[in-house]
């Protein structure tokens, strides 16, 4: 396994569509792992391989609450086929939109069809941190961040704000 750096908006990557994987084999394996790895290193509960710069649709989560037990969970394809009506505020952050957190009403319920780590086919249905979560990441491989959830003036503060911290950065 192997930490591998993540990507920081603005970042014309983290607004690509990424493509599904086409056969779960070892170097799927590896690019989950090395997600895990630095999703945990990063002390993030969540990690969408857009976030490394690789265009594949493959998710990481670890919501477990207790900070000694390990839930990784390896998500390949994911994909929502149902979400409830009923919907809830969580406020969410975010590994590539460092030191910004806000409110994103999304539903409260979902239902997703994925591979797992072996490829072989599962269904989900999650609630809770672990629906957002999944959500959020779902969002990551089409491109979408949690600030274009946000009304146009927080996003573009939010934007104003991480692209100073990147010149900040670079100087
Ligand atoms: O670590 C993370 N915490 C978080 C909190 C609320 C809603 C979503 C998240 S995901 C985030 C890690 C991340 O950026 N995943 O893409
Ligand atoms: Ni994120």
Redesign the pocket.
Known sequence: MAKRPILIAPDPRLKEVAKDVPKVDADIRRLADDMLET?YA???????AT?LGVPLRVVVIDVAQKEDKFEPMVFINPKIVWASDEKAV????????PDIWDD?ERPIAIKCEYLDRDGKPQTLEAEG?LA??LQ??ID?LNGTL?IDHLSRLKRAMAIKKLTKAKKRENA
Do not use: N, T, W, Y
């Open positions: 999703m990063a002390e993030g509960i969540g990690l969408a976030q969580f406020q969410e952050g975010c590994l590539s939109v994103v941190l957002d979560c959020h990441e990551h949690f």
